[in-house]
């Protein structure tokens, strides 16, 4: 590989949430491995480009039909198959179910490469804050939607909710899979909690080095994970 290539797929198709960020943090971790990276933004199912790892992200059930439509277009689970990595936020993760909803609340078919079915839930915005597990420390990131998830037998969640009512206190947030990183986070979460895009990278690229986290962010993302924390619950918002 003389480059990891990362290809931003179809943010135009859902609500912006910041999540098009995450190709810049991806980037900037993979060159404190020592990986050249090189970068691409899809728009359009006809200049589709070739990647090891695709960015999905997004908010709202208006435009998941398209999103699901421009990934089926370009045959997003035959390059899984072959060794792709996703990363999927919010509509990113509905695109990639069984199921999900539309906005009349008629269940509508997914890609299928995630064991989760997605459903009509309360309308959340709310930032929280994660528990740290396994190669992940306690994450922050905020979340904006109405939907439920529901993950099949054995599918594994990436992290469980310490504060925030995004999912209800203490529930599971997202999927890690094997070739697929699933979370409802945005931020840009990628920015926010870079052991995170080490994960992605460690996905797409066996046997890469450690990298040390900047002070600086480390500074960041504690400073926030104390606001969450301290905050009283009545102060969260839930709509």
């Known amino acids: ?8 797929l179809f943010p135009l198709a859902t609500v912006a949430a910041g999540d098009e960020a995450n190709a810049a ?5 993979a060159a404190a491995r020592g990986l050249t990276t090189t970068t691409a933004t899809v728009h359009r199912p006809g200049a589709m480009a070739p990647a090891e790892v695709y960015l999905l992200g997004g908010t709202g059930r208006s435009g998941t039909g398209a999103l699901v439509a421009a990934l089926w277009a370009v045959d997003l689970p035959a390059r899984v198959a072959a060794g792709a990595v996703v990363l999927a936020v919010d509509a990113g993760l ?3 179910a ?3 909803v539309d906005p009349a609340g008629r269940e509508q078919a997914g890609l299928g490469l995630l064991g989760v079915q997605v459903g009509p839930g309360p309308r959340i915005t709310d930032t929280v804050a994660t528990r740290a597990a396994g190669e992940l420390p306690a994450m922050v990131g905020w979340v904006a939607h109405d939907v439920t998830t529901r993950r099949d037998p054995g599918v594994l969640a990436l992290c469980q909710v310490e504060r925030g009512q995004a999912h209800g206190p203490l529930e599971d947030d997202g999927v890690l899979a094997e070739r697929i990183i699933a979370t409802r986070l945005h931020g840009p979460v ?8 080490d994960l ?5 690229v066996p046997g890469l080095p450690p990298a040390p986290v ?5 500074r960041a993302r504690a400073q926030r994970l104390d606001e969450v924390r301290a905050a009283p619950q009545s102060r969260r918002r839930r709509r």
């Open 1 to 8: 590989m003389t480059a990891l290539r990362i290809a931003t």
């Open 25 to 29: 943090a991806l980037v900037r971790r």
């Open 94 to 96: 509905d695109a990639l």
């Open 98 to 100: 069984r199921s999900w």
């Open 190 to 197: 990628l920015a926010l909690n870079p052991e995170l895009a």
């Open 200 to 204: 992605v990278l460690a996905r797409a």
């Open 214 to 218: 900047p002070p600086e962010a480390a």
